[in-house]
């Protein structure tokens, strides 16, 4: 209803600012923390890092992002709300307000490092950084404000309830809402920096309580993330910035004697082969320079049992030695310990003993230049939904030092090679990829930049025939002058890519060699097959076979269709022949065929073998 007017005017802005404007400024810690946490949670950060993006570059580039776009934010915040006239920042001192502002999104980051080092889940982040966000606005409104109005309580007490970030942006904007209230009633100015020497003006408390805990927070949340943080590579020791004082190069790798003593422990049960690598990997560590791009002696990952059970050894003292210029397969079943192994060599975990080298650096202590040499296909893809395959190329390569008309030419001959350069494939955000897409720009990505040392785990997983051959003429151009490390299930694709083979079992190199090798080797027999037309013949078909080898082994026998393993030296083919069209005389036969031992038939006899005498042990 119309009614007389009224000199009095009231700025619900500043009434109700304190509150209402903390929530508004506080929105922004849950977005830098579910950031930072969802490059953990998806490992893309331990993906960078193997990359050769250091810790430091990456937390001065993320916090430099996370700074601007707080700007931006404070300022369009600032901005528009002048714009329409709130008395809340228009009568206070705009230097001020973005002295307060920077400093406080300054501490704001720096906390959300530090909390970040805490979580590994997005949603879980995302729930506390909340809570966070209105339960700080609810305490500073319904509590800590009542004690700094209340004279009684001791100003003390108030300084140190100020140490969490929270009350201290409501106490300034508290102060804020103040000035802006005398102002707009007295017809005074509002806050200036000559008020902040005024003893009941808490603003000078505050900026120097933000500015101190600022630079203390940022400190200790870049220390907890090296020693405590998951997802960001191998934890440092505690004091690993007193060791950066007196640490020693390893040009060269020499080890105690006690360690040498330690590995004769497996001489005794490891096969002549595994021996020979072994031996081998001791003389090259007492050469004064690395003539090979990857040496690993008797490493071994065991994980501390939990609820009772006994500690699981998932790498049994293995011992490898890696030349430039060599693809090594590694096969073995699933639990064998081969991820076990690459996890140890790319940082994601540190051996329990043993030593490895890279390029003649050590695992445990120079991890961070082995990155900037190393390409790494994980199983999963590591990729960001909103990038494309070109700009996931060009971010990796330019980690890798190549730049301007390098990098585009680099980028251009990867897509090509690894078919995603036609039709625009290369320009599509890799969130719209088919898995078989996916698995190619792994590939492509570990490969940019002319890495000495690649690891690739089942590299082609998902892929059609055509791109899974198209892949394998990839990595075998790519082995020229580096070592590639490759674990696969598919022997096909082992017998193609790899140089040497090596078969895992319960955490334990059980055969070392090349395809060749390990057939000849293992693979001492002829597979026989025969199918007749009626099972009355089944007697007669294993006559045939005794006939010819008198050590012969039935191994499938179903609806007339039996095979059998017939030891070599026993065996000429052409005796084979002979027998059949004799026998093809005497009773009808449907298909027979005589073939040699594949791959397959090594790997499941050594796999079998090996699990077998585990069990007795």
Known sequence: MPKQGSKLSVDFSSLLGALFFSWVVLQLFPVVLTSLVYEKQQNLRIMMKM???????????????????????????????????????????????????????????????????????????????????????????????FFVEDDSFPRGWIIVLEIFPGFALYRGLYEFAQFAIMGNTMGIDGMRWKDLNDGTNGMREVLIIMLVEWLIVLCFAFYLDQVASSGSGVKKHPLFFLKNWNKKRSSSFRRPSLQRQDSKVFVEIDKPDVIQERERVEQLLLEPQASHAIVVDN????????????????????????????????LGPNGAGKTSFISMMIGLTTPTSGMALVEGLDIRTDMDKIYTSMGVCPQHDLLWEILTGREHLMFYGRLKNLKGAALTQAVEESLKSVNLFHGGVGDKQAGKYSGGMKRRLSVAISLIGDPKVVYMDEPSTGLDPASRNNLWNVVKRAKENRAIILTTHSMEEAEVLCDRLGIFVDGSLQCIGNPKE??????GSYVFTMTTSSSNNEEEVENLVRRLSPNANKIYNISGTQKFELPKEEVRIADVFAAVESAKKKFTINAWGLADTTLEDVFIKVARGAQAFQTLS
């Open 518 to 523: 390990l057939k000849g080797r293992y693979g």
């Open 299 to 330: 490493i071994k990952k065991v994980y501390p049992g939990t609820d009772g059970n006994p500690d699981k050894s998932a790498v049994r003292g293995l011992s490898l030695a890696l030349p430039r210029g060599e693809c090594f397969g590694m």
């Open 51 to 145: 990359h050769g993006l250091g810790d430091g570059p990456y937390w001065v580039i993320s916090y430099m992002y996370f700074l601007l776009l707080s700007v931006v934010y404070m300022t369009c915040f600032v901005a528009f709300s002048s714009l329409i006239g709130l008395k809340f920042f228009t009568l206070n001192d705009y230097s001020i307000q973005f002295v307060f502002y920077f400093i406080y999104v300054n501490l704001q980051i720096s906390v959300a490092f530090l909390v970040a080092t805490l979580f590994a889940n997005v949603k879980t982040a995302a729930v506390i950084g909340h809570i966070c966000v209105f339960g700080s606005g609810l305490l500073g409104g319904y509590l800590f404000q």
